[in-house]
């Protein structure tokens, strides 16, 4: 089924179910121009990713978009998810635009990702671009034609400084097209940081400030107990920006899960989505120890072998509203 007809049949059955942070994986060795480099505990960790969704280690020697991506699909359809943001990882580049390519660990181009989201309706193209880039804007320009659902940035690993005066243009255009900026806030463990002060939501003001809709990744929460937690900064901020948003991904996990519930008051859970982080483990052991969730449904929950659907039942049991599950399709312009 073509992207047309699949959203044409479920605007019947509309609103639906998105997990709006999925984060596409790859080595290049297709022919995509993408690249992974692990060092260290990273290569040891990304092992552990693979094989915890039931991948062998060796894909990462092997074509890993096509392993990952036809695995990853049949984790969708086997969901009660309806459709995932498919994300792309952009490279590290210096204030000036120039691509460091010695800094970073992995580089998915916006391609892979278009191109996934135009062969699986279930897949929606979260492209991700270096505003320094000299290309920005045609770059941009290029993604929105090709369907992207929004664009996605890991300001502290990809060295952005969101509130650079520079990047205005950028922003702005975004606004234009009405193409929701979803924001890496807070530390940061599976990849490299390279400027843990970009790590802040306040310097999201500027894109805000210039129309886009903004979605803070983990609502600006900590990564562990070595760097600063952001959630109350990013929470005083919803009251002054309607349009600021922020996602649970990756919070049902052992260290960064403190401020899971706190998304379930009443002024903040209008402005959450729901997101996995897939591949990063979905751990639900610490909502048991305090007490978050009994037992009996931790043990039923973490013993679903599909990671996507974990981490929705894990919320699910923690009382999330329908919308958290269902926003995300008005914010990315999915009822047209
Ligand atoms: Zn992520």
Not at 86 to 93: D, G, K, N, Q
Not at 240 to 253: C, M, N, T
């Amino acid at each position: 089924m073509n992207k047309m007809d699949f959203w044409r049949s479920k605007r019947n059955q509309f609103p639906v179910q998105i997990d709006m942070h999925v984060h596409m994986v790859g080595n290049g060795a297709g022919g995509s121009g993408g690249w992974l480099r692990l060092k260290g505990w990273h290569r040891a960790l990304a092992g552990f990713m693979l094989r915890q969704l039931g991948m062998p280690a060796s894909a990462l020697e092997g074509d890993l978009e096509k392993i990952y991506s036809e695995h990853l699909i049949k984790l969708v359809r086997d969901s009660s998810l309806d459709a995932v943001v498919l994300l792309a990882h952009e490279r590290v580049h210096d204030p000036d635009g120039r691509p460091r390519n010695d800094l970073g660990s992995m580089f998915v181009p916006n391609d892979v990702v278009l191109d996934l989201a135009q062969q699986h309706p279930e897949f929606l193209a979260g492209v991700s671009i270096h505003p320094a880039r000299p290309d920005a804007l045609d770059e941009l320009q290029r993604c929105i034609e090709r369907g992207a659902a929004l664009m996605k940035c890991l300001p502290n690993c990809q060295n952005i400084d969101a509130s650079d005066r520079r990047y205005i243009p950028f922003w702005k255009k975004m606004a234009d097209a009405r193409l929701p900026l979803l924001a890496h806030t807070g530390g940061e463990h599976t990849v490299p940081v390279v400027n843990k002060k970009f790590a802040d939501p306040k310097l999201l003001r500027t894109p805000l400030e210039c129309g886009v809709t903004v979605i803070a990744a983990h609502c600006g929460t900590s990564s562990g107990a070595f760097d600063r937690d952001y959630f109350d900064d990013w929470a005083a901020m919803l009251s002054e920006f309607p349009s600021l948003y922020g996602d649970i991904s990756a919070l049902v996990s052992l260290n960064r899960c403190g401020h899971l519930l706190d998304c379930r008051r009443s002024e903040i859970e209008p402005r959450i989505l729901h997101g996995s982080d897939f591949p990063v483990p979905i751990l639900g052991h610490r909502l048991c120890l305090n007490q978050s969730l009994n037992g009996k449904a931790f043990h039923r929950i973490q013993k679903i072998d599909n990671p996507i659907e974990r981490d929705f039942q894990f919320k699910r049991a923690l009382g999330f509203s329908d919308q958290v599950f269902t926003r995300a399709a008005e914010l990315l312009r999915l009822r047209r």
